[in-house]
């Protein structure tokens, strides 16, 4: 068990934390964007990458989770046509459809975002898709190969030039929301050319029909699952877009952000955890023992993490953004919990991943999306960005559960469901009694940092007290932090 989490820790480090540094760059950028863009700036922004999500994640087809499932199990000579069948679709039929989208952006716009002079924001959001496509696709391709100093290459590069643009861009040529969209687009572009560098030797000159059917087939399925995360985490832009205003919209931006130092953890073990565990699956016994006790320590760690940010999240926002967005530190737990609960989907549901049941993912997510749209038409008239974040968090446990429940069916994990429960309840507890805190003090005052420190050293005295961790369990924490950083 320890030499499995061990493995699973130092996949984490290597090139899944590489991978979660995209997710820095929106915390990085976060002061500079919240003194010199407004929230109405801000929501125009994020609704107009939330459009360019919702094309970049139907383009993909579900090809990027079929491919990890064939590539393990295919001969040698097989993986270069999986690899380059996958690159080369992603290619060809990206950018026609982003074309037509481009010459079509006035009337989308006026249909979907009820302003046709976003258009030209638009146009330069969509014409960053085909990029992001290739760009994910080869870091795809390094991650299966387990190419790890490539990857580490490639998406620090990519940081690197993203940041850089965004100062060039937004402080320098005073651009606001078109130089923001444009950093995005420009960086892309150059680290595609990186990318073409780093895995030439992973591709060939060929798209195989054959891997082609067989990966649209497994990966199909997955689309609407991955249309409906997109209803379950950014529909709520268009119900406040009808029922609220572009600044609702701005502030969530800023609460998304704040929650982004969270998604540094989540997206480093979500790019571990696939190869991880469909690598680790050939020996079910041990992958069963292994998959309980990881998602007690992901529940643990990934909500402390959650609620030392809740609960310090007013100071986060005043430090680095303006008192403007200080009321947004009561929504931040519920943001982080979707995002803890849509990770954890991919630990309790790798039995349906395992059986090649991927319609049962798709199901659990189209279940939650249609709760999700229930609650933001029920919630947003009256609680504006309030109501958004609750209907997005409501609608991840519904699919959570869902697919629990069929995970169970097709390889059955003894999950530690006490301790799990009470993970969740003492985090909700110790968040009321923060946001109750923050509610009595109007004006913020040092004696906060006071209270909320004490709060946080009372959970974990609860946690050592009710023996959900245990000195062993401190002690292997640190012996796998001390090997990593002494190795």
Not at 74 to 79: F, G, R, W, Y
């Amino acid at each position: 068990m320890l030499v499995q989490i061990k493995r699973l820790t130092k996949d984490t480090f290597s090139y899944g934390l590489s991978s979660s540094l995209q997710k820095l760059i929106t915390f990085f950028l976060f002061p500079i964007y919240a003194r010199l863009l407004t929230p109405t700036d801000f929501g125009i922004q994020d609704v107009i990458q939330t459009s360019v999500y919702i094309v970049t994640l139907f383009l993909v087809l579900g090809l990027d989770s079929s491919v990890m499932m064939f590539y393990y199990e295919s001969q040698e000579e097989e993986k270069p046509k999986i690899l380059s069948t996958y690159l080369w679709f992603e290619i060809i039929v990206s950018i026609p459809i982003v074309l037509i989208l481009i010459f079509a952006a006035k009337p989308i716009c006026g249909l979907i975002l009820n302003d046709p002079k976003l258009a030209p924001y638009f146009q330069i959001g969509i014409g960053s898709v085909p990029f992001a496509l290739v760009v994910g696709s080869m870091l795809s391709t390094l991650r299966l190969t387990f190419q790890t100093k490539k990857f580490v290459l490639m998406t620090t590069v990519g940081v690197i030039l993203q940041i850089s643009f965004a100062i060039l861009f937004v402080i320098v040529f005073k651009w606001a929301v078109k130089g923001v969209l444009l950093s995005i687009l420009v960086s892309y572009f150059f680290q595609t050319i990186l990318g073409i560098i780093l895995t030439k030797n992973s591709y060939i000159f060929f798209l195989s029909t054959i891997w082609l059917k067989k990966l649209l087939k497994n990966g199909l399925p997955l689309v609407p699952a991955a249309l409906s995360f997109w209803v379950m985490s950014y529909a709520n832009r268009f119900f406040l877009i009808e029922y609220s205003t572009l600044e609702d919209i701005g502030l969530l931006s800023i609460v998304n952000r704040v929650s982004s130092v969270l998604m540094l953890f989540l997206t480093a073990f979500s790019s571990a955890w696939g190869p991880y565990a469909y690598s680790l699956a050939i020996n079910p016994t041990e992958a069963k023992e292994t998959y309980g006790r990881i998602l007690t320590y992901f529940t643990l760690f990934s909500l402390t993490a959650a609620l030392g940010l809740s609960l310090f999240a007013r100071e986060v926002i005043l430090i680095l953004a303006t008192s403007v967005y200080e009321k947004g530190s009561t929504i931040v737990m519920a943001t982080c919990l979707s995002s803890v609960i849509w990770s954890a989907m991919y630990i309790v549901g790798m039995g349906t991943g395992i059986a090649k049941k991927n319609h049962h993912y798709t199901i659990s997510v189209v279940l939650g999306a249609i709760v999700n749209t229930v609650f933001n038409y029920l919630l947003i008239p009256h609680f504006g960005v309030t109501g958004a974040v609750y209907s997005t968090l409501i609608g991840n446990v519904i699919s959570l559960i869902y697919i629990y429940n069929a995970g169970q069916q097709y390889f059955r994990v003894k999950y530690e469901n006490y301790k799990l429960l009470f993970i969740v309840l003492l985090v909700i507890f110790a968040t009321v009694v923060g946001i109750w805190i923050d509610y009595k003090f109007e004006v913020w005052d040092y004696l906060l940092i006071i209270y909320k420190l004490l709060i946080f050293i009372l959970y974990f005295i609860s946690l050592i007290v009710f023996k959900i961790i245990t000195r062993k369990d401190i002690l292997k924490c640190y012996n796998l932090i001390y090997d990593k950083f002494t190795s």
